[in-house]
């Protein structure tokens, strides 16, 4: 069955700082992959996604994202974090080959950025 | 370019009482529409979908129900909330299934 996790369920880094979220997947081929962020009290916005194509991913707010299918993984990354950044952070997958079914989302990680 | 409107964006609600979320989605036609709910700490739970008008489908039993009586509207309602039904509520819509969901603002529902 498909899945995704997300192993870290809060991280704290510190402002300016560099970031990794962690995002592990389990599918049967290579599925459509996407990251998405929630700030508090809002609905969750489209960072990045990834489809096809080069694996090293550019989003919005500085933010990328790396493909290795050797581990399952997409994980995400920004090589200076700002307060601002601090909020909830969602990793989604999708099946690449069947357009009506749904994509999944991990259970979240919550970033805290320290001063 | 599509817009998702979801309210209200706060609701206080007793125990026993009726519920009614509403959901529209602008600039796109035939939309696949979600309403998820989040409870804290939880992630996201999905409620229901729907790939058209008068289409739902449901993954969780509850006291919830969901109707699409227009292309892009999509209401979530409840005959008597529980105590259980607090959360923030969320509605998305996508193109299709695999593609992309764009989220409203979301819905804090409070029982008391």
């Known amino acids: 069955a498909q899945s995704v996790t997300q192993p870290d369920i809060h991280i704290t880094v510190s402002e300016g700082a560099s970031l990794e979220l962690r995002c592990n997947y389990s599918y049967g081929a290579t599925p459509y992959l996407f990251w998405y962020v929630q700030s508090p009290g809002q609905g969750l916005q489209l960072l990045l996604k990834y489809f096809s194509g080069d694996t090293l991913v550019q989003g919005i707010k500085g933010f990328e994202a790396e493909f290795k299918r050797s581990q399952s993984s997409f994980n995400l990354r920004k090589p200076s974090v700002h307060w601002s950044d601090a909020a909830e952070y969602f990793c989604?997958?999708?099946?690449?080959?069947?357009?009506?079914?749904?994509?999944?989302f991990g259970k979240g990680t919550r970033l805290h950025i320290l001063p | 370019s599509q817009t998702i409107h979801q309210w209200p964006a706060t609701l206080v609600q007793p125990v026993g009482s009726p519920l009614s979320l509403e959901c529209t989605v602008e600039g796109t036609s035939n939309p696949n529409l979600y309403w998820y709910r989040q409870a804290a700490g939880r992630g996201l739970q999905l409620l229901f979908y729907?790939?058209?008008?008068?289409?739902i489908s449901s993954e969780v039993p509850q006291n919830l129900s969901a109707s699409r009586p227009q292309d892009r509207q999509f209401i979530l309602s409840s005959k008597k909330l529980l105590l259980s039904d607090s959360g923030f509520y969320l509605c998305?819509?996508?193109?299709?299934?695999?593609?992309?969901?764009?989220f409203g603002d979301g819905t804090r529902l409070s029982i008391l």
């Open positions: 998305a819509w996508s193109l299709f299934g695999n593609q992309p969901q764009h």
């Open positions: 989604a997958v999708g099946p690449p080959m069947n357009r009506d079914d749904k994509i999944i």
């Open positions: 729907s790939v058209g008008i008068g289409q």
